[in-house]
Structure formats: C-alpha cells, structure tokens
C-alpha cells in the first residue's frame, strides 16, 4: 500500500520559515522523483519543486531562492524548507510520487499526500 504523509505545515507571519516533511512508503523511494505542489483556495494546484532520484532539483520561479528541496533516501522521506514566506505562498502543500517524469504536470501523478495547509500572515 502506497502513502505519503505530509507534516510541518501551520500558520506564520511573513518572513518567518517553515519546514515540510513527506514520508513515503510502499514504493521504491530511491529510484523516483518526488515532487511538491501546492493549491490556493479558488486556484488550480501550482507546481513548486521537484527532486529526483539522483538529487537534480527544479524549482518554480516563484519560489527559488527561498525554498529548498531535499531528500534522504534511506528514510524515504523529502523535505521543503520555506523561507522569506510570503502571503502568497498560503495554500495547501501537496507531495506527490513522480513514477512516470511527469515533472509538472499534476494530472499524470498517480500518488499523492493529503496536504498540509500553510497560511501566511502579513
């Protein structure tokens, strides 16, 4: 049985930093992409940041510089450290299972966390 659990996520003022967790099971973590995404109420699911197996990282243009995406393979667990929040990066976060290169593209992920909410406060 495939999950993924998401954890780290709450409310915090501008500029503060965050750190989100996802651990994985039921797959084979270290020879797949994990990948984060994230949804503002009333908007479609945003890409943030991807990693791949062999740790080549890409980020979104509205995040880079302040986020960081990481990952252990041995705990089968990625993380994304948030900095310099800003109001607008407010939204459920999502990690999902990359098994196909789908990068971007959030409709051809098969497995997915059940979120977990970020608000930042101005």
Same mark, same amino acid.
């Given at each position: 049985?495939?999950? $993924? ?14 750190? $989100? ?6 797959? +084979? ?20 940041? +991807? ?38 990066? +407010? ?32």
């Amino acid at each position: 049985q495939v999950q $993924l659990v998401e954890s780290g996520g709450g409310l915090v003022q501008a500029g503060d930093s965050l750190r $989100l967790s996802c651990a994985v099971s039921g797959l +084979t973590f270290n020879s797949i992409s994990m990948t984060w995404f994230r949804q503002a109420p009333g908007k479609e699911r945003e890409y943030v940041s +991807t990693i791949s197996w062999n740790d080549n990282r890409d980020y979104a243009s509205s995040v880079k510089g302040r986020f960081t995406i990481s990952r252990d393979n041995n705990k089968n667990t990625v993380w994304l450290q948030m900095n310099s929040l800003k109001p607008e990066d +407010t939204a459920v976060y999502y990690c999902a299972a990359d098994l196909v290169g789908a990068g971007g593209r959030a409709d051809e992920y098969d497995y997915w966390g059940q979120g977990t909410q970020v608000t930042v406060s101005s």
